[in-house]
T-cell receptor, first 113, second 111 residues
Framework: GAGVSQTPSNKVTEKGKYVELRCDPI?????LYWYRQSLGQGPEFLIY????????DSGLPNDRFFAVRPEGSVSTLKIQRTERGDSAVYLC???????????FGQGTRLTVV | DQQVKQNSPSLSVQEGRISILNCDYT??????FLWYKKYPAEGPTFLIS?????DKNEDGRFTVFLNKSAKHLSLHIVPSQPGDSAVYFC??????????FGTGTSLTVIP
């Protein structure tokens, strides 16, 4: 596709459940980022992939959060035992390399009830 | 700790006038800066960027200025148009790593 695609666009889940959020980056982009945005805040960094490996996962808040990018393209953000505080918009972005802009998807709005 | 700060949560400007959005940062290792524009229910859209080796970058109505000694950057929009009304985020990165974002400034351009 032409841009970064995220699915689903909306996800409502019950507290304690497991969720997976998917990101399809722009074809050929080696760098992929996951961010989380709460109301009134800027995007908060979660994890950054360069190719298949996580170059920086320092933003993951705890071990309930995990992300993979097995073939260096599509990435999945996985959240176990969801909590109400996990409710936010989860944004994915990709870029073609260093000192280049990152292009964002439309985000997945996660609501934990 | 917020490494990128946007101290003005909102700004209103008359159509045709200049909009100036400001951003301050604390990390002297940042070497690449960007501005994003965000409409409700959409992801941020890239607007303009600047490398630390420059102090100005211009693209049409948008100009970004970088003052490294003050650790300050600004985005100028001239002339402002109603379609520019959105939330603007500045972001910074060091050596191609993650981007750090400010909290955003909501710009309203009044027709």
């Amino acid at each position: 596709g032409a841009g970064v695609s995220q699915t689903p666009s909306n996800k409502v889940t019950e507290k304690g459940k497991y969720v997976e959020l998917r990101c399809d980056p722009i074809s050929g982009h080696t760098a992929l980022y996951w961010y989380r945005q709460s109301l009134g805040q800027g995007p908060e960094f979660l994890i950054y992939f360069q190719g298949t490996g996580a170059a920086d996962d320092s933003g993951l808040p705890n071990d309930r959060f995990f992300a993979v990018r097995p073939e260096g393209s599509v990435s999945t953000l996985k959240i176990q035992r969801t909590e109400r505080g996990d409710s936010a918009v989860y944004l994915c972005a990709s870029s073609s390399g260093e000192h280049t802009e990152a292009f964002f998807g439309q985000g997945t709005r996660l609501t934990v009830v | 700790d917020q490494q990128v700060k946007q101290n003005s949560p909102s700004l209103s400007v008359q159509e045709g006038r200049i909009s100036i959005l400001n951003c301050d940062y604390t990390n002297s290792m940042f070497d690449y800066f960007l501005w994003y524009k965000k409409y409700p229910a959409e992801g941020p859209t890239f607007l303009i960027s600047i490398s630390s080796i420059k102090d100005k970058n211009e693209d049409g109505r948008f100009t970004v200025f970088l003052n490294k000694s003050a650790k300050h950057l600004s985005l100028h929009i001239v002339p402002s148009q109603p379609g520019d009304s959105a939330v603007y985020f500045c972001a910074a990165s060091a050596y191609g790593n993650q981007f750090y974002f400010g909290t955003g400034t909501s710009l309203t351009v009044i027709p």
